[in-house]
Structures are given as structure tokens and as C-alpha cells.
């Protein structure tokens, strides 16, 4: 990444529209979202690519990830914010994670948002 390039973002989700509503926010703001469908396509673009983002968003919710795909993601150098809805937060390895940051549901593109911009540091 050039010094000018503006801050890559992977978002995680398996729901298409909440996964491109918030790419789009993201973009708008300034920052290089990429959209990944499954936690094994965003794994894969980090080891077959060698790709690392700035920061990486998961919404569990939906998502069947192994813990050792979780434990490669956060162990990849870079912030992971989780979104989880209840099932999630109450569900104690999940929370215990070394997540950069852990929204609970209901929470709007715009709070992701935000967080996102504060967890990079602007």
C-alpha cells in the first residue's frame, strides 16, 4: 500500500445487501472495503495473496466458522471487529476472543462505521 492509499477494510458477512450497505459507507468515508462472503474466501485472499487488510469486520452471525479459522483471522496482524447478535454475545469463546471490538445487535451501519474509523485511528 502507498502512503496515500486509503486504509484497506475486508467486511465479512454471509448476508449480501447488510455486507454491501456497509462497504459503501466505508467507501464513502474514505476507505478500500472489500467484501468477502465467508471467513474461508477473506482466509484465503490472506494466505494465497499474502493480502493483509488494516482492518477486518466479521458478522457472526450466520457464519459457521471453525475456531481455527477465527484464531487465523485474529492472529493475522490486523484489528478484527466481531458483530454478533445475542446467541453470539452470550456464547463465552466468542466473547473471550481478542477482538479489537465486539458490537451486539441491533447496531447501524453508521455506529460500524464509526467504530471502524476509531479502531484505525481517525
Same mark, same amino acid.
Given at each position: 500500500? =502507498?502512503?496515500?492509499?486509503?486504509?484497506?477494510?475486508? *467486511?465479512?458477512?454471509?448476508?449480501?445487501?447488510?455486507? =454491501?450497505?456497509?462497504? $459503501?459507507?466505508?467507501?464513502?468515508?474514505?476507505?478500500?472495503?472489500?467484501?468477502? =462472503?465467508?471467513?474461508?474466501?477473506?482466509?484465503?485472499?490472506?494466505?494465497?495473496?499474502?493480502?493483509?487488510?488494516?482492518?477486518?469486520?466479521?458478522?457472526?452471525?450466520?457464519?459457521? *466458522? $471453525?475456531?481455527?479459522?477465527? =484464531? !487465523?483471522?485474529?492472529?493475522?496482524?490486523?484489528?478484527?471487529?466481531?458483530?454478533?447478535?445475542?446467541?453470539?454475545?452470550?456464547?463465552?469463546?466468542?466473547?473471550?476472543?481478542?477482538?479489537?471490538?465486539?458490537?451486539?445487535?441491533? *447496531? !447501524?451501519?453508521?455506529?460500524?462505521?464509526?467504530? !471502524?474509523?476509531? !479502531?484505525?485511528?481517525?
Amino acid at each position: 500500500m =502507498a502512503p496515500d492509499d486509503p486504509p484497506v477494510v475486508w *467486511v465479512i458477512g454471509a448476508d449480501h445487501w447488510p455486507r =454491501a450497505f456497509l462497504r $459503501a459507507e466505508l467507501i464513502e468515508r474514505g476507505l478500500d472495503a472489500i467484501g468477502f =462472503a465467508s471467513a474461508r474466501d477473506a482466509l484465503t485472499r490472506l494466505v494465497a495473496a499474502r493480502a493483509r487488510p488494516a482492518l477486518a469486520i466479521i458478522d457472526l452471525h450466520e457464519q459457521r *466458522v $471453525a475456531d481455527r479459522a477465527l =484464531a !487465523t483471522l485474529l492472529a493475522g496482524g490486523f484489528p478484527v471487529i466481531a458483530i454478533g447478535g445475542a446467541a453470539e454475545w452470550a456464547d463465552p469463546s466468542l466473547r473471550a476472543r481478542p477482538w479489537a471490538l465486539f458490537l451486539r445487535r441491533p *447496531v !447501524t451501519i453508521g455506529a460500524i462505521a464509526d467504530a !471502524t474509523q476509531r !479502531t484505525l485511528g481517525g
